[in-house]
């Protein structure tokens, strides 16, 4: 499973999370599948604002072949 596969399955459970201990350990873990991801200069990064992953976006960053 891919890392953009990963993020999709854990923010498609957040709204089933039963406690906030929950939530916030899933959301931790988006955070830091996230940052692995754009660290590996795709084509397209996740957008990061105030601790928050919102989607990809275009990376302005990425080598062009």
Not at 29 to 57: C, S, W
């Amino acid at each position: 499973m891919t890392i953009v596969e990963q993020i999709k399955d854990l923010k498609s459970r957040l709204s089933s999370a039963r406690s906030n201990s929950e939530y916030n350990k899933m959301e931790k873990q988006i955070m830091k599948l996230a940052k692995m991801h754009n660290k590996q200069n795709h084509r397209e990064r996740y957008f990061i604002y105030n601790g928050t992953v919102y989607g990809l976006e275009n990376n302005p960053n990425h080598l062009m072949d």
